[in-house]
């Protein structure tokens, strides 16, 4: 009697000292909060309380590129260029979190009149376990290294490169993972009910690394980048027949989006025939300033604006697009 006793303490002690996991999420749980929950690994990005506070400080730093710290006091532009919208946006982009579709996240995107932008959606992104993926160290060099596994050197790469501003400073990046963390996928945006139960049902019998699998199986936790090439004739473009329609719907959601009256570009693209007899001329050749290049390789800073445009990788804007892009261009143009 006193051994059984003494045993059940024993594991009660024991059992009082592990670490316990979650046996189920809800729908309206956080994405990363489930899965550090579940048992899985906590990032160094990892928020254990989201405070409203930060996440509006943090939204401003996003969406505006500065905002004021909680004493009031003023903080200054991350970059006098861009913010960090030019190129990214904050709400689901993809019909399918788990796919990356460019011609899927078009049609996503008329429907629910989004940018189509080159760069990846931060919905989501604390999630995610690596940034700058695949080609993007072709552009960077060792600078990807330090931010392919840390969310924090991803997000100064992009201020300082990208956005070709400064360095964060540690409360406004507090701040930025706090409302990074509020934009989280909620578990109902990536799993149906039936789904849930399923999950539950490997959490709720210690089989938490099952549904830790299960769970990270329904969205990406890297988003594919590679480089297209060029086709080998400007005149003959690549082998697809455009669709000027779809063509439309890329020059609104994404030309426009930068090239747009006092955006971000100093060149400023209209429904007009003056816009598109240029970017029709733009077409015949390869260098720097042309179609082609423009999208698939992107252009480097002028004299007295350093402003640049970001190129589409395959993911964000496929062969196909850039061919109902010109197809457009060809049919307003005189």
Not at 25 to 30: K, S
Not at 75 to 87: A, D, P, Q
Not at 208 to 231: M, T
Not at 311 to 326: G, K
């Amino acid at each position: 009697m006193k051994y059984f006793f003494f045993s059940c303490l024993i594991g009660l002690i024991i059992l009082g000292s592990s670490p316990s996991k979650l046996d189920s999420v809800q729908a309206q749980d956080g994405l990363l909060e489930s899965l550090v929950s579940l048992g899985y690994r906590q990032p160094d990005h990892f928020v254990k309380e989201v405070d409203s506070a930060q996440v509006q400080m943090g939204y401003e730093l996003i969406t505006k590129g500065k905002t004021r710290q909680l004493n009031g006091k003023k903080g200054k532009f991350i970059s006098k260029y861009f913010s960090c919208l030019s190129c990214h946006n904050t709400v689901q982009e993809d019909p399918d979190p788990s796919v990356s579709d460019p011609e899927a996240r078009l049609s996503y995107a008329i429907e629910n009149n989004l940018p189509f932008l080159q760069a990846t959606t931060f919905k989501g992104i604390v999630s995610r376990e690596s940034w700058y993926n695949d080609d993007y160290e072709k552009k960077y060099g060792d600078l990807v290294k330090p931010a392919r596994h840390d969310l924090r050197e991803a997000i100064q790469l992009c201020a300082t490169q990208c956005a070709q501003g400064r360095l964060l400073e540690d409360w406004e990046m507090k701040a930025i993972l706090h409302y990074f963390h509020s934009i989280d996928y909620k578990i109902s945006e990536v799993l149906n009910e039936d789904e849930i139960q399923q999950m539950n049902f490997f959490a709720s019998r210690g089989r938490q690394d099952e549904g830790i699998s299960f769970l990270k199986s329904k969205y990406l936790s890297a988003s594919p980048a590679h480089f297209g090439e060029l086709p080998e004739s400007a005149k003959e473009g690549y082998p697809y027949t455009g669709d000027p329609q779809r063509g439309a719907a890329i020059f609104e959601l994404s030309c426009q989006h930068c090239h747009r009256p006092e955006g971000e570009s100093a060149q400023a693209f209209f429904f007009s025939e003056l816009t598109f007899n240029m970017l029709e001329n733009s077409i015949s050749g390869f260098d720097l300033f042309s179609f082609y290049p423009m999208i698939r390789k992107g252009t480097y800073a002028g004299p007295g604006h350093r402003p640049y445009m970001p190129h589409y990788p395959l993911e964000r804007m496929s062969d196909q697009q850039v061919e109902d892009l010109r197809a457009f261009i060809e049919q307003k143009a005189d």
